[in-house]
């Protein structure tokens, strides 16, 4: 079976530009949803819609859109794919030297040359700053020349003050920093990606590391900062979150279909994960689309 290495992307600021800044209508940025990394720092914007985030070791869903801070060299999946049903994605990156190096040392830049250290584990920003910022983010697709560059300043010093927001990976998360480790540890999420369906072995994806079980697990704890059963069980509850909310399907159906083999441990690992069983997930998750 032959397993994909995060992609080094190659990005290339706009022209008359000092950075990237994309717009991209329903379905049409679905060839960025593998795992791929680049130095850049990239913020995305997803209008409306729902889907699966993968940043780093952090597995999550997403719904009625999201905005997302991704540092440098961090791997992640694209957000968007044929079943997110967003109206449009806006996808800006830029370097971190894409204004000189000593830009960001400036005293007024300080609040967000920290934002920007913070971005290395991922940032998840909620409704309010989505919604405050929309108008920017839309204003920056049309502007040009300095009226650009000024927008995203500004968006970036309101994401640098706002509480509202969540860091995906943990502070431990170091997965960017040794190439050997990120080619190493994204064969492992690749073959979980394939096969959460499937009963997952320590022995199988020790065997697919070249390490012994034991050395495995410290392994994976050390970069990811989270256990191996953890990290499948994430991304199985965060397939059923997906299926709940989208799919008529029973719950017992669900369960089966996320990967669980047993019916009481699914409701159990859910209950941890969200904190509601997954009957209570769904009536919520009606009521608010009612």
């Not at 009625?64 to 806006?90: A, F, Q, R, W």
């Not at 369960?255 to 069983?277: A, I, L, V």
Request: with cysteine; aromatic share 12%.
């Amino acid at each position: 079976m032959k397993h994909y290495n995060p992609v080094l992307e190659s990005v290339s600021p706009d022209v008359g530009s000092s950075f990237t800044c994309l717009k991209y209508s329903r379905n049409e940025n679905i060839k960025t949803n593998f795992w791929h990394y680049h130095p850049e720092i990239e913020l995305i914007f997803v209008f409306g819609g729902s889907g699966k985030r993968q940043i780093g070791s952090n597995i999550s869903y997403f719904t009625d859109g999201d905005l997302i801070l991704i540092g440098s060299d961090l791997p992640h999946c694209g957000m968007t794919n044929e079943n997110t049903k967003n109206e449009y994605e806006v996808v800006i990156q830029f370097s971190m030297d894409f204004l000189g190096s000593q830009f960001w040392k400036a005293p007024e830049m300080m609040r967000i040359s920290a934002l920007l250290e913070k971005a290395k584990s991922g940032i998840v920003y909620g409704e309010e700053v989505k919604k405050a910022l929309k108008s920017k983010i839309d204003a920056l697709t049309q502007a040009s020349s300095l009226t650009k560059l000024m927008i995203l300043v500004d968006i970036l010093d309101e994401l640098s003050q706002t509480q509202d927001y969540k860091i995906l990976n943990a502070s431990k998360y170091y997965l960017q920093t040794q190439k050997e480790d990120n080619d190493r540890i994204s064969v492992i999420f690749n073959y979980v990606k394939d096969h959460f369906k499937d009963p997952i072995t320590l022995e199988t994806v020790a065997e697919l590391s070249n390490m012994t079980v034991p050395s495995f697990c410290r392994y994976f704890k050390k970069i990811t900062n989270k256990t191996f059963t953890q990290f499948v069980n994430e991304y199985r509850i965060t397939h059923s979150l997906k299926l709940l909310a989208e799919q008529p399907m029973s719950i017992t159906e669900v369960c089966f279909d996320s990967g669980f083999n047993n019916f009481s441990y699914f409701n159990k690992t859910f209950k941890e994960h969200t904190q509601k069983s997954p009957s209570q997930y769904r009536k919520e998750f009606s009521n608010i689309l009612a």
